[in-house]
């Protein structure tokens, strides 16, 4: 520890503010000069809350943001922005931000300011002290889908490498792990195919557990753009605000749609929609699939959906007879116990009619968090960087080499998932853990048992903004961490987008960038020398440019940070030699009129080569299996989570923050009740009731309203006390736990009395 000098470099790593990135157009493209910083001046960003990575401008008084606007040239959203996305800058001077490391006194048990000297000195030798005594693996990491690119692939070789630690994953196991094993076995590689484009260019959108209203509304407005007066299907158990809007909304039984699906694929063979051309040229295993999904009648479909047999037909009309059909699926598919091949029935659908690689068709799942995309390709988690694979000999001495590190460094197993490293600490595998950008203590399924599990860890470090998270205040040690909008780097969002995002403002007190952290982490911890390289977010973007080199999301074409700003940022696969971005590359004809983003836009596998070894896709299918916890006399409900809200982010450490977005949902807890249920079991309206699991109860203000069926109930994720209720089961395949189902019971709460806010919710 006597080289290692923390303060010099946080001197050096506080600044320098956004100067170097504030640019006048005049700059794109001629020479590296940096424009001189006006008094107000106006400069580019990527939203950092979901997925769809809106562009941003960011309005600068003496280098420092003061507001910002939707960005009426980014590609992505075309001037548009959610409440977040205008609110993004609030939650930064929230009065909660961890400005120190706090470290929990071993006496009073509080948690104390400490230097980064010594916060330092702490998680080295705990750590140290921890993998000397149980073994290298027994520290383990949860990361994140919220943190740069560079950032997080630090993090992971850091990790890895440089601690020689294996067991890392992250939320994106919440989120998409689904679809990247989905699309992996599918296609070959992890790679959603679309661009935004689609959604305009798409004469019939199939939206499959889905509710981008509320959860992508940005995106809604590219649906809403479609000139081509698009069929809108919708399978979501819950009438949305997306099912609402739809021409046709299937309010399936919840977790019955891999039986639907496979009923609808046999429909569609049975009336001839197959394309055999493409088929037979481009995809493997279909004469099996099509024996499989003989028996999945309309019948037993529509029983298994409880779906009127008329809906059914009508959805197999549509799918077959419109041209350009693309089929959407977001966390009603990927959260279920038998996720994968319910993505993968998705795509089969895609497949055997033939859309996929035109505009407007296509398989696509949704990402989620602003850089889950970053995540499955470069976090170093459950793949080894560049979508490869840790048990590969021939992907690690690549990676190696690229790095220049030792072979043996690189593990040769994958990482345990989520759920395995929590099953970990419960066997005392796990001693020690380092939680990155998520809140585990509220967001992980059956929470309650995740919060006592942790009380059993030698140590627990969380790196966050706020120290006041439900995660952070269980911690041992707290670093605080600068968030978006004080750092920089790049995201990938949903269209496989790498965009910039940059420092605006500087992060409170101590509080650093995560890069500068695993900066700080590799001095501590001995192996800075091999992170020599690693000196900067930009230099790191170089070592990923190499690293995605001859890979499907090959984007070496890609110069650096400049670049990509005056591209509006570009998609991969780009890679060195291939058309500039700024030419048109989507593929195959389009008979729309198109604004100039179109041109900016391209999508995979318009000459149906896939990635797998005969570059064929796969149809891959699986009998539906029954879900964990079925409902009985007891826990007679099915619950059913999601987002609640378009200003309510996750467990609301962030959106919670802004007076504005306070004003746009529910302070507290709430459950949609079907209003016979609630005449059933005499509940009225915004009264308190009661709502248990095998597990746990909570209370809540009722909403009766007809969105869910009888016998569901929905409470949005946002409120701490849900996960208490979920039931931990999860997909065989993608170990993604099964958020949106398990049984439940209702009551009125013995307490009773109006809702706790004095008036109406809605
Ligand atoms: N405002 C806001 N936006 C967000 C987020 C946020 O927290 N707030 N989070 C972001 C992230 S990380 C993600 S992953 C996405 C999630 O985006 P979405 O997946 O669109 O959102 P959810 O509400 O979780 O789930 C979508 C729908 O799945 C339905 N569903 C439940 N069970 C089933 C089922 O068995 N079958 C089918 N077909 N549908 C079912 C639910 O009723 C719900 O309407 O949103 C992103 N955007
Ligand atoms: N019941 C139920 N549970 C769910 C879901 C559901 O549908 N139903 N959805 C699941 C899904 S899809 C997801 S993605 C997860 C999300 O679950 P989480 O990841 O736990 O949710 P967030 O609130 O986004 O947590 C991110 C944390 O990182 C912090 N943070 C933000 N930016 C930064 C940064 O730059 N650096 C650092 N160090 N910290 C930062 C925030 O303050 C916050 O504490 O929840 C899952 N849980
Ligand atoms: S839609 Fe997503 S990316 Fe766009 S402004 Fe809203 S939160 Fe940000
Ligand atoms: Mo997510």
New binding site residues.
């Given amino acids: 520890m006597s080289s290692f000098p923390p303060n010099s470099l946080l001197r050096q790593w506080s600044g320098p503010m956004t100067t170097e990135l504030v640019r006048t157009p005049g700059d794109f493209g001629l020479g590296q000069v940096p424009a001189r910083l006006k008094p107000e001046t106006v400069t580019t960003t990527?939203?950092?809350?979901?997925?769809?990575?809106?562009g941003?401008k960011v309005h600068l008084r003496d280098g420092a943001a003061v507001n910002l606007t939707?960005d009426p040239n980014y590609p992505?959203?075309l001037g548009?922005?959610?409440?977040?996305?205008?609110e993004?800058l609030t939650p930064l001077a929230a009065p909660d931000r961890a400005t120190t490391p706090l470290l929990r006194h071993p006496v009073t048990g509080a948690l104390e300011p400490v230097s980064w000297t010594r916060a330092m000195n702490e998680f080295v030798t705990r750590l140290k002290g921890i993998q000397e005594r149980h073994g290298a693996h027994s520290v383990a990491c949860l990361s994140t889908g919220q943190i740069c690119t560079e950032e997080m692939a630090f993090a992971g070789a850091l990790f890895k490498f440089g601690m020689g630690a294996r067991h890392s994953d992250s939320n994106t196991r919440q989120c998409m792990a689904t679809a990247h094993v989905a699309y992996k076995q599918s296609f070959g590689f992890d790679a959603p195919p679309y661009t935004y484009a689609d959604f305009e260019e798409s004469d019939c959108l199939v939206f499959i557990g889905a509710n981008p209203c509320i959860a992508?509304?940005?995106?809604w407005q590219r649906v809403l753009r479609n000139p081509h007066q698009p069929e809108l299907i919708v399978l979501d158990p819950r009438r949305t605000e997306t099912a609402v809007n739809a021409t046709l909304h299937l309010p399936l039984a919840p977790k019955s749609d891999l039986t639907l699906l496979y009923g609808l694929a046999q429909a569609l063979i049975a009336r001839g929609a197959v394309d055999r051309q493409f088929v037979d040229a481009h995809t493997s295993g279909f004469a099996d699939f099509a024996q499989f999904v003989a028996e999945f009648t309309p019948e037993r479909a529509c029983a298994a959906a409880q779906l009127a047999r008329a809906d059914f037909d009508h959805c197999v009309e549509l799918i077959a007879t419109r041209k350009r059909v693309s089929f959407w699926w977001t966390m009603g598919v990927n959260q279920g116990h038998e996720s994968t091949r319910t993505a993968q029935a998705i795509i089969n659908l895609a497949l055997l009619t033939g859309n996929i690689g035109r505009p407007g068709t296509g398989a696509n799942s949704i990402t989620g968090q602003?850089n889950a995309m970053g995540s499955r390709l470069f976090a170093n988690a459950t793949s080894l960087l560049g979508g490869r694979d840790f048990a590969k000999s021939e992907h690690r001495e690549t990676v190696a080499r690229l790095l220049n590190l030792p072979t043996e460094r690189i593990p040769e197993q994958n990482s345990w998932a989520y759920d395995q490293i929590v099953d970990g600490i419960e066997s005392g595998a796990i001693r020690g853990l380092w939680i990155i950008a998520t809140n585990s203590s509220h967001s992980w399924i059956h929470q309650d048992r995740f919060n006592e599990l942790v009380k059993k860890l030698d140590f627990l470090v969380v790196q966050d903004l706020y120290h006041t998270t439900e995660t952070a205040q269980r911690a041992d040690l707290i670093l605080p961490a600068a968030g978006w909008g004080e750092k920089e780097g790049t995201f990938i969002?949903s269209e496989r987008r790498i965009g910039v995002v940059k420092k605006v403002c500087r992060a409170p007190g101590e509080a650093l960038s995560d890069f500068n952290i695993f900066k700080l982490v590799a001095a501590a911890w001995g192996c800075s020398e091999e992170f020599r390289e690693w000196a900067s977010p930009e230099a790191v973007f170089q070592i990923l440019k190499r690293l995605s080199a001859g890979q499907p999301c090959d984007f070496t074409g890609i110069r650096d940070y400049r670049h990509l700003d005056a591209a509006g940022g570009i998609q991969w696969p780009y890679a060195e030699g291939g058309d500039a971005p700024t030419e048109a590359l989507t593929a195959g004809p389009s008979d729309s009129p198109l604004p100039t983003a179109h041109l900016r836009e391209r999508r995979l596998f318009a000459d149906g080569q896939f990635y797998t070894p005969d570059r064929c896709a796969r149809f891959l299918f699986e009998q539906p299996r029954s879900v964990a916890e079925p409902t009985d006399a007891e826990f007679p409900f099915v619950l059913l989570t999601g987002r609640g809200t378009?200003a309510q982010?996750h467990t609301n450490t962030r959106t919670g923050k802004s007076a504005i977005l306070r004003k746009l949902y529910p302070a507290e807890c709430y459950v949609e009740i079907h209003p016979a249920d609630a005449l059933r079991l005499g509940i009225a309206p915004h009264t308190q009731i009661t709502v248990s699991s095998r597990r746990a109860n909570l209370t809540a203000t009722a909403f009766v309203t007809p969105t869910v069926r009888p016998g569901q109930l929905f409470i949005p994720m946002h409120y701490d006390a849900v996960n208490r209720l979920t039931c931990a089961s999860f997909d065989p395949h993608s170990r993604q736990p099964s958020y949106k189902h398990c049984a439940v019971n209702v009551l009125p709460a013995v307490t009773g009395g109006a809702s706790p806010l004095g008036k109406r919710l809605f």
């Avoid at 990527?46 to 809106?54: A, E, I, K, L, P």
């Avoid at 548009?80 to 205008?86: L, Q, S, V």
């Fill in positions: 990527v939203c950092g809350f979901c997925s769809t990575g809106c941003l939707a992505v959203n548009m922005a959610c409440p977040k996305g205008w993004a992508h509304p940005i995106l602003c969002n378009s982010w």
